[in-house]
């Protein structure tokens, strides 16, 4: 059973490591439930790694409750806004199509992203109901939206919708 458990939390630490976006998720989870002292220091230097991309603003920024109001309402470039939640399939797979996408519309929009379920106002207030959501802002309001995750070459169909929204602007 443990040695289930343990194989489980290290493949949940593959994937998080692999994606970049929940590796400072994935430590807490396991420090709890490893002993294993040169794990636990990979895991930091993981953490630590993706909080100083995020610090440097490179790629996708997290944002919460609190400063979704500065980060993407006030933004003086059209934001996207992926909401998203660690157990949601589909959000894990889109999350290195959106790094991808930030770098790919760099300069030209911002890329942020929200965990739905640790900032419950924000996704109660824009009617997040299903999994993956990525909503487009401009000038404080709300010029798209995309729910799920589309068939076939995802990034395409993104880089589609999101060019489809900018000619409208």
């Given at each position: 059973?443990f040695?289930?458990?343990?194989?489980n939390?290290?493949l949940?630490?593959?994937?998080?490591?692999?994606?970049?976006?929940?590796?400072?998720?994935?430590?807490?989870?396991?420090?709890?439930?490893?002993?294993?002292?040169?794990?636990?220091?990979?895991?930091?230097?993981v953490?630590?790694?993706s909080?100083?991309?995020?610090?440097?603003?490179?790629?996708?920024?997290?944002?919460?409750d609190?400063?979704?109001q500065?980060e993407?309402?006030?933004?003086?470039?059209?934001v996207?806004?992926?909401?998203?939640?660690?157990?949601?399939?589909?959000?894990?797979?889109?999350?290195?199509?959106f790094?991808?996408l930030?770098?790919d519309?760099?300069?030209?929009?911002?890329?942020?992203?929200?965990?739905?379920?640790?900032?419950?106002?924000?996704?109660?207030?824009?009617?997040?109901?299903?999994?993956?959501?990525?909503?487009?802002?401009?000038?404080?309001?709300v010029v798209g939206?995309f729910?799920?995750?589309?068939?076939?070459d995802?990034?395409?169909?993104?880089?589609?919708?999101?060019?489809?929204?900018?000619?409208k602007?």
């Amino acid at each position: 059973m443990f040695v289930n458990l343990l194989m489980n939390k290290l493949l949940f630490v593959g994937l998080a490591s692999l994606f970049g976006y929940y590796s400072v998720t994935a430590y807490s989870v396991i420090e709890k439930n490893a002993d294993n002292h040169v794990l636990q220091e990979n895991l930091k230097a993981v953490a630590q790694e993706s909080l100083e991309a995020k610090v440097a603003g490179v790629g996708v920024i997290e944002v919460t409750d609190k400063n979704f109001q500065q980060e993407v309402l006030d933004s003086k470039l059209p934001v996207i806004v992926d909401f998203t939640a660690p157990w949601c399939g589909y959000c894990v797979i889109l999350t290195p199509i959106f790094e991808e996408l930030s770098n790919d519309y760099k300069g030209c929009l911002k890329f942020v992203s929200i965990l739905v379920d640790n900032n419950p106002l924000i996704s109660d207030k824009y009617v997040i109901e299903s999994l993956p959501t990525v909503m487009m802002y401009y000038q404080g309001k709300v010029v798209g939206r995309f729910e799920g995750l589309p068939r076939g070459d995802q990034k395409a169909q993104y880089q589609k919708e999101i060019d489809l929204v900018l000619d409208k602007l």
